[in-house]
């Protein structure tokens, strides 16, 4: 069972700055099958990134996804103040099996 | 626009059961596998059950597995998730997703609150 790790917990960041968020994976995922999603309070979560890379329709282009194997990143270049929330890695294997990592808290400083 | 309402949720005892519901609009419902993700209460998400386009296939979280069944009327555009013997670990927002070529999700529904609790 593939176990993703986020890093950090929490991300203490003013708006403006640049938000750079961790996912590691216990053994080599699929790019292809590697996603992102942006979360908050009383809301349905957001599909960002898939195939870590793309984007999914209507979002910023200050998100960008990257990496392969085992290090995933993504990175929001210059925050606005609704980008505040969780974001969560996902992925998927051939089980089949879904799977989150435990989530990035993004937070106003 | 993509619909995804769930409802059913609610306060349960320890063992007892809850049948959730997901009306799913906006889309070729018969054309896409669905899931169900929850969140525990100040936990992350938690994948708990597929189910392929045809309702042939389903796969589940072993933490649910033999306990919860997921299935759906494709006449009704409605997704399921049956949840026998529950407990109270499986307190959560349970979410329903729309699958996007498998293995994401790129619609959620808001989620409903299923509390068990005696």
């Known amino acids: 069972e593939v176990v993703l790790t986020q890093s950090p917990g929490t991300l203490s960041l003013s708006p403006g700055d640049r938000a750079t968020l961790s996912c590691r994976a216990s053994q080599s995922v699929s790019s292809s099958y590697l996603a992102w999603y942006q979360h908050k309070p009383g809301q349905a979560p957001r599909l960002l990134i898939y195939?870590?890379?793309s984007r999914a329709t209507g979002i910023p282009d200050r998100f960008s996804g990257s990496g392969s194997g085992t290090d995933f990143t993504l990175t929001i270049s210059r925050l606005e103040p609704e980008d505040f929330a969780v974001y969560y890695c996902q992925q998927y294997d051939s089980s089949p099996t879904w799977t989150f990592g435990q989530g990035t808290k993004v937070e106003i400083k | 626009e993509v619909q995804l309402v769930e409802s059913g949720g609610g306060l349960v005892q320890p063992g007892g059961s809850l049948r959730l519901s997901c009306a799913a609009s906006g889309f070729t419902f018969s054309n896409y596998a669905m899931s169900w993700v929850r969140q525990a209460p100040g936990k992350g998400l938690e994948w708990v059950s597929t189910?392929?386009?045809?309702?042939?296939?389903?796969y589940y979280a072993d933490s649910v597995k033999g306990r919860f069944t997921i299935s759906r009327d494709n006449s009704k555009n409605t997704l399921y998730l049956q949840m026998n013997s529950l407990r109270a670990g499986d307190t959560a927002v349970y979410y329903c997703?729309?699958?996007?070529?498998?293995?994401?999700?790129?619609?959620w529904g808001q989620g409903t609150l299923v509390t068990v609790s005696s």
């Open positions: 189910i392929r386009d045809s309702g042939v296939s389903t």
């Open positions: 195939g870590a890379s």
């Open positions: 997703a729309k699958n996007w070529n498998y293995p994401k999700f790129d619609y």
